[in-house]
């Protein structure tokens, strides 16, 4: 099993930046995909980042070059550097990993937390 907490939503104004991060515990070495989902009102959840072993970062179309993910492999973290914020960023955020099994992947989720971008 693999447990994920997240840290460092609030309300940020149009154009700043804010930082996530994801303290990640339990069975890490498992983990073949780890990153970060939104779910904005009325929207489906969609993945913003995400690193798979062995691969680049991968972003959603909207967040490239305002958004950066990085896991710290000697903390356990996975960070989301998040700038150049617009309402449409608004949504929560969910620190999100994937474990893979002989049948299907098992999808890990943490608490969630919120962003709020808004003058």
């Known amino acids: 099993h693999v447990q994920l907490a997240e840290s460092g939503g609030g309300l940020v104004q149009p154009g700043g930046s804010l930082k996530l991060s994801c303290a990640v515990s339990?069975?890490?070495?498992?983990?073949?995909?780890i990153g970060w989902r939104r779910q904005a009102p009325g929207k489906r959840r969609e993945w913003v980042a995400q690193?798979?072993?062995?691969?680049?970062?991968v972003y959603v179309d909207s967040v490239k070059g305002r958004f950066t993910i990085s896991r710290d492999h000697a903390n356990n973290l996975v960070n989301l550097y998040m700038s150049n914020l617009t309402t449409d960023d608004t949504a929560v955020y969910y620190c999100?990993?994937?474990?893979?099994?002989?049948?299907?992947?098992?999808?890990?989720w943490g608490q969630g937390t919120q962003v709020t971008v808004s003058s």
């Open positions: 690193i798979a072993n062995g691969f680049n970062p």
């Open positions: 339990g069975d890490i070495d498992s983990i073949n995909r």
């Open positions: 999100s990993a994937e474990v893979l099994t002989p049948a299907t992947p098992i999808d890990y």
